[in-house]
């Protein structure tokens, strides 16, 4: 069974930056796919950086490229999301999901209508 644990959400002031983690457990970055999602208040959900060992490529969503960087420490077994030069917009609940075997593009797995496994969501809030 995998479980996905998100975490480093808090209250940043804008243009500050933050560093989220999804330690995961029953899962091996090694046919995967894996990715971050959040949802404000209000709004659909939205993936925001996803990457897959199908295409070895990080898919950003626009509102976030050149800002945000997804990664990975397989030793580690966890996938980290830094989020550079926030912004008021940035506020949401932050998720990490995974799919494995990944067997899909990155940015087909950022759809969110494909990942198998859900963590909580880690709070961010970005004050103007």
């Known amino acids: 069974e995998v479980q996905l644990q998100a975490s480093g959400g808090g209250l940043v002031q804008t243009g500050g930056y933050l560093r989220l983690s999804c330690a995961a457990s029953g899962f091996r970055f090694y046919d995967y796919a894996i990715g971050w999602f959040r949802q404000a208040l209000g709004k659909e959900r939205e993936g925001v950086a996803c990457?897959?060992?199908?295409?070895?490529?990080?898919y950003y969503a626009d509102s976030v490229k050149g800002r945000f960087a997804i990664s990975s420490d397989n030793a580690k077994n966890t996938a980290y999301l830094l989020l550079n030069s926030l912004k008021p917009e940035d506020t949401a609940v932050y998720y990490c999901?995974?799919?494995?075997?990944?067997?899909?593009?990155?940015?087909?797995?950022?759809?969110?209508?494909?990942?198998?496994?859900w963590g909580r969501g880690t709070l961010v809030t970005v004050s103007s």
């Open positions: 999901a995974s799919r494995s075997p990944g067997r899909t593009s990155s940015e087909n797995f950022c759809s969110g209508e494909i990942a198998t496994d």
């Open positions: 990457m897959s060992s199908n295409d070895g490529i990080q």
